[in-house]
């Protein structure tokens, strides 16, 4: 049962669209468990550049089944627009598999994202926008709409009415806006049931058979560990679990049937959205790194914080995920340093602090303590093996590797398909 999770081992963008993108033409089928199209993957295959929001990296792979999981929220213009541009540029998109039991994302949810994110001005979490808070908030409190509800007009008009029976009041009396009508809402929705139904499946069975048979599949984690609901820099998270437990509610597949978890790592660090980032930069290095790292969110189009590397929130990955490899993205980004710091451990309150805090008070008043490691200057963009590498960016590989606690097992020298080196196989 070859089942492999592949997730952020930082506050996401640390391009996992490439690692999927790597395995998929070697796993039958690659799934999103959780999110929505608030995260985005950039793939370049040749001199393609190919910007996914909702849809599984894999679709870009011939032969593999791409997945949308139970756990994803998932909305209907938005995958629509998505599949279009794709076969748009001669991808087939015919063999997507979308779970019946996946989350809708309304308009209204949309609209209250919006609304209450600007309400609370100074507060704010920065959201996308894009609805994907307010439609797991449905989730939770049973009133969301769901793929499979677009096939029972009657169903779909009763969860629309008690959704809308709270979230109008609130629109009208709280925020001054107009109430929205169940019937419009209703119609559009409708509008898509036929579009979607070549998609419709019990993803749940199909992939459990998939993997009793023998397949490979890959589940692919949207945002990062440090936006986990759960295990995340809270509140400045997302609205799911990306990490690898996510996997398993988010797909419907036992955790016996996980045989290897792969954290993305890039080779500095960076966050989009509020929120502590001990290692944020605010000088010309930041600036550099975040021109020459293309730093600007796939699915916002906002400018990412950039920072140094910070081992501390990649051993505590190790750890929340258990991790048995690291892929590290973008080493080439840092090429040109005379030297590299490397947060090693946190400062607080005088104090050497080695691990994660717990408390959310600690970990924004955390200090970076940093460790000098020497940079190169040579090109390794053309690297194709670990010893083509300049001897002190294979020492600086190999100090991440004993920092972070898990080996390193692909290295990404640039951005392209074929600019990666593999150390070890991940199949």
């Not at 748009?88 to 779970?99: A, F, N, P, Q, Y």
């Not at 704010?124 to 307010?134: F, H, L, S």
Request: glycine letters at 12%; aromatic letters at 8%.
């Amino acid at each position: 049962m070859p089942a492999l999770v592949l997730l952020g081992a930082q506050w996401g963008d640390e391009g996992k669209g490439k690692a999927t993108d790597l395995l998929g033409g070697s796993v039958d089928y690659v799934v999103r468990y959780q999110g929505g199209n608030n995260a985005g993957h950039t793939v370049v295959v040749g001199d393609q550049k190919y910007a996914l929001h909702l849809l599984p990296s894999g679709i870009l792979s011939p032969g593999c089944t791409p997945v949308i999981g139970n756990g994803v929220v998932v909305d209907p213009s938005v995958l629509f627009s998505e599949l279009s541009g794709l076969n748009e540029r001669g991808v087939d998109t015919s063999k997507l598999l979308i779970s019946g039991n996946a989350h809708i994302i309304t308009p209204y949810n949309v609209t209250v994202d919006k609304v209450t994110e600007r309400f609370l001005g100074k507060r704010k979490i920065g959201t996308t926008g894009r609805g994907i808070g307010p439609t797991y908030a449905d989730k939770i409190n049973r009133v969301g709409i769901r793929v499979q509800d677009l096939y029972d007009e009657s169903i779909l008009t009763q969860k629309v009415e008690a959704a809308l029976d709270v979230k109008n009041q609130m629109l009208t009396k709280l925020y001054n806006r107009r109430a929205i009508a169940v019937g419009q809402v209703v119609e559009e929705l409708l509008g898509y049931a036929d579009k979607l139904a070549p998609y419709v499946a019990d993803t749940v069975l199909v992939l459990n058979q998939a993997l009793d048979d023998d397949k490979v599949v890959l589940f692919e984690g949207g945002q990062g560990t440090l936006l986990d609901i759960d295990h995340g820099t809270y509140p400045f998270v997302t609205s799911s679990n990306p990490t690898a437990g996510g996997a398993c509610t988010g797909a419907g597949v036992g955790p016996t049937k996980i045989s290897r978890v792969i954290g993305i790592l890039k080779a500095y660090t960076t966050r989009v959205g509020a929120g502590p980032f001990p290692t944020e930069l605010f000088d010309e290095d930041g600036e550099a790194l975040r021109r020459i790292g293309g730093e600007r969110g796939v699915t916002t189009g906002r400018d990412r914080r950039c920072g140094w590397f910070d081992a501390v929130i990649a051993r505590y990955a190790t750890r929340v995920n258990g991790l048995t490899d690291f892929f590290l993205t973008k080493l080439d980004v840092l090429t040109g340093w005379e030297q590299i710091p490397v947060c090693v451990a946190y400062e607080i309150d005088g104090k050497r602090v080695e691990e994660l805090p717990y408390s959310q008070s600690d970990f924004h008043h955390a200090k970076p303590v940093y460790e000098m490691l020497p940079g190169w200057n040579e090109d390794i963009s053309k690297a194709k093996t670990f010893s083509d590498l300049p001897k002190n960016a294979q020492a600086y590989v190999k100090a991440l590797e004993e920092m972070s606690g898990a080996p390193i097992s692909a290295i990404g020298v640039g951005p392209g398909r074929d600019e990666t080196i593999e150390i070890n196989s991940f199949l």
